[in-house]
């Protein structure tokens, strides 16, 4: 744990919920080798040293569904689970991960709140994606404004950079940084349900992710044989290999948001705990 400024934080970042997902430790150790002039004080939180240190995504469970009651009392992430979500209680956050499915970021949010909507709009990403309900199982929670954000293909120098870039845009957006963040209209897609793999030794992808795909195109091959689904769809974290048992996520665009954007302007969520289902 670190800090940037004296006092109590109330804005934090989070680096390394993945072990083997290292551009938010890199842009966390990047910030405080800057140490740029802060207005307000800033936590700077990696999540799973042990499993960093390792290059694996996690030791004994993944850290973001380590309150799942099928994670054992003595997993390592349990422990971090708790840790995390007391430090982050109250906190206005961000969250750093990566991906095998697209090269560019984007925003992932457990429901789209004022917070969501506010933060999403001034980082420079391609979208914000709603994971609606906890169709992941139980997952990392805390009492706190979270966003996370996917910074581009897993181990990837691209990755790292926006990863950068993305925390000095939310550290501007926070008002811990001076500037004016750009901000601009956003795409929103809900998540939807897993595309579950057939057994197979070869996987295929064909299509791009947040890019609609028609109903009964081939959108992606098992053992060289076409998969395609009976409605159009929008991929989210599709990959061939990103997961063991789904290809990704069978996503529908929902709207845009803009900055400023209000909950009383229409929008149907409410502000309250957030939960991340990030990748
Ligand atoms: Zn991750």
Not at 15 to 34: F, S
Request: proline share 7%; charged share 25%; glycine share 8%.
């Amino acid at each position: 744990m670190a800090q940037l400024g004296a006092g109590q934080p109330s804005v934090a970042i989070v680096g390394a919920i993945h072990g083997d997902e290292p551009c938010g430790a890199r842009a966390i150790e990047r910030l405080i080798e800057d140490d740029p002039p802060v207005r307000r004080p800033v936590k700077l939180i990696i999540a799973n040293a042990e499993a960093l240190e390792r290059d694996v995504r996690y030791v004994d469970a993944d850290l973001n569904r380590a309150f799942d009651d099928g994670v054992p009392e003595d997993a390592l992430e349990r422990d971090l689970a708790h840790q995390l979500a007391s430090e982050l209680r109250g906190m206005t956050a961000i969250s750093i991960h990566s991906t095998q499915s697209y090269p560019y970021p984007f925003a992932i949010a457990s429901r789209i709140d004022d917070y969501a909507r506010d933060i999403a709009s001034k980082l420079s990403v391609r979208a914000l994606v709603d994971t609606g309900s906890p169709n992941l199982g139980r997952v990392f929670e805390a009492e706190a404004d979270i966003i996370e954000v996917e910074a581009g293909l897993q181990k990837s120098d691209a990755a790292t950079e926006n990863a950068y870039r993305l925390v000095r845009e939310f550290l501007t957006a926070t008002r811990v940084l001076p500037g004016e963040t750009t901000a601009g209209e956003l795409p929103v897609y809900r998540m939807g349900e897993p595309i579950e793999k057939p057994d197979a030794s070869a996987y295929e992808v064909f299509v791009e992710n947040f890019t609609r795909v028609e109903a009964n195109e081939p959108f992606a091959a098992a053992d060289g044989t076409p998969l395609s689904e009976p409605n159009p769809f929008y991929p989210i974290l599709l990959s061939s290999y990103g997961y063991a048992d789904i290809f990704g996520f069978r996503g529908q665009k929902l709207g845009t948001v803009t900055p400023g954007q209000r909950e009383s302007d229409g929008a149907s969520s409410t502000r309250s705990r957030s939960r991340s289902n990030a990748q």
